[in-house]
């Protein structure tokens, strides 16, 4: 990377700046860190403190005007049920990519394209993202797909990096709502795994079982990354909650809260304990193979047996209600975040083999359990054994660092605690750039805060959460920028631009408009040389190019009553000359990208003249770009 990528060509004046700006943040945090913190701050800890401000001279939040962004983060929009794509450090958000939700400006849920990848699910308008999460080679990210959750109709859907756009959705089968997700991390991304987070009758038709709790299961799901079809299930007791891999391909973990399998909140949380569940990809494969599984709810996804006494799955009692797991990026620990307790539980990943062998008891795993605060949710780590982790009650991120808190754990005294810093407020997850890969840098933290309250100007009742992006490159956490966000992001991603290679054209035979193309081959009709009205009894096929700033075709008739297919061929082969077609008083509306074919059904049940525009600036005469639909009574 070049002096000006990394931001070292600045003039001594930008520099300065900084580190006044700098200065300010110190001494805050300072003042937060001697109330929080047990051990007071060391001269020897000031030093060091004074160096890293040097050190993070280079690890400036400011992106020029006209300068790019050194990671790409991948957020999740929650309720919003989209994913968005952030630029980091400037937290310049650079594009939506809607995946659960419908959106007019693209047309995604409306077009045939998005419409056929929803499947049998796009008649469902809404969703619930969380977890969005790249494919690995070895651990590292590999820019080729992201992942990502649909809790509210138990979906998973995947993006293609290439085109930003989502290319496959699958509705899991035999689970309610579907939460934590994560990908093998080794060897490569083979299977996205995910969990079934809200029990339910293993065969739910309303026949019987709907009053017997006890029969009621969640079920870990196995996808296999590249068909984004079901590879298996697997039976477990108690609920699940979030899921993450090792690093050799070996073993998953979820935790588990409401082990109690209550039904309303007093039953959900009596209980001291809950458990992470280790399941051995190993052991569930041979299962599979051996034709060890039984089908519910008549399909015929496997589903494996991993209840407690199984040889597939280990539980791990740890205190009260865990929530998030994550794995440290050295391939040694799982750690799952206590919520309702103010420990972590340290999972030594090393041990699993003795585990699955009997030779220890699951309590013997757990190398440390270390206090951190109060609500600890997700945990993120940096490339220097620290870990950072939200305190959701406390409205505190804490970093803390792994060896001392094992060493601790075992008898030793020393401090783990590095240091608390305030956030604003009540963080969900927290996440560090490349942390949850080989590749953690240590350079970014973002807390991902679920209330802003009084950081920015008001906005009526409903406010903006606020996304903090936090300086993790020296020795003190400092927060350096703060980042209104729309509903609701759980989770976040960042990935090091160079493992991305978006395209800037679409590919004319993209299997993202296969179909349409085969229907137009059917219809005899090239689509980037003819305009052309296929009339197939009451439905109409309306086949037009467009070159900016005008359609192939300035009129077409149809007759009342038709159901009629628009597909627009964009054949401008200029970056970023995206068209669009919108059939006024219609519900009609689409995103026409360059070389991309895109289609929409509706029925023509208004007579008369109806003008058709293009909605996507594309042409000093873009106004110009209409035509119109002539509807015969
Ligand atoms: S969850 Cu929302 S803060 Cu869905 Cu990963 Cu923890
Ligand atoms: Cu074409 Cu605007």
Redesign the pocket.
Known sequence: MSKEELGLDKNANDVALESEERRKFFSKSALIGAGVVAAPMTAAMFASTAQAQVKSAANSPVVHPGELDEYYGFWSGGHSGEVRIMGIPSMRELMRIPVFNIDSATGWGLTNESKHIKGESAHILAGDS??PHMSMTDGSYNGKYVFIND?ANSRVARIRCDIMKCDKMLTVPNVQAV??LRVQKAPYTKYVVCNGEFEIPMNNDGKDGMEDVSTYRSLYNVINAETMEMAFQVMVDGNLD?TDADYDGKYFASTCYNSEMGMNLGEMITSERDHVVIFSLAACEAALKAGKFKTYNGNDVPVLDGRKGSELTRYIPVPKSP??LNTSPNGEYFVANGKLSPTVSIISIKKLDDLFANKIKPRDTIVAEPELGLGP??TAFDNKGNAYTTLFLDSQIAKWNVQDAIDAHNGKKVNYIRQKLDVHYQP??NHTSQGETRDADGKWLIA?CKFSKDRFLPVGPLKPENDQLIDISGDEMKLVHDGPAFAEP??CMMVHRSKMKPLKIWPRNDPFFAPTHAQAKKDGVDVYTQNKVIRDGKKVRVYMTSIAPTYGMNEFKVKLGDEVTVIVTNLDQVEDVTHGFCMTNHGVQMEVGPQATSSITFIANKPGVQWYYCNWFCHALHMEMRGRMLVEA
């Open positions: 969380h977890h809790k939460h934590g979030n929530h998030g949710l997700h969900g997850h991902l759980h989770d």
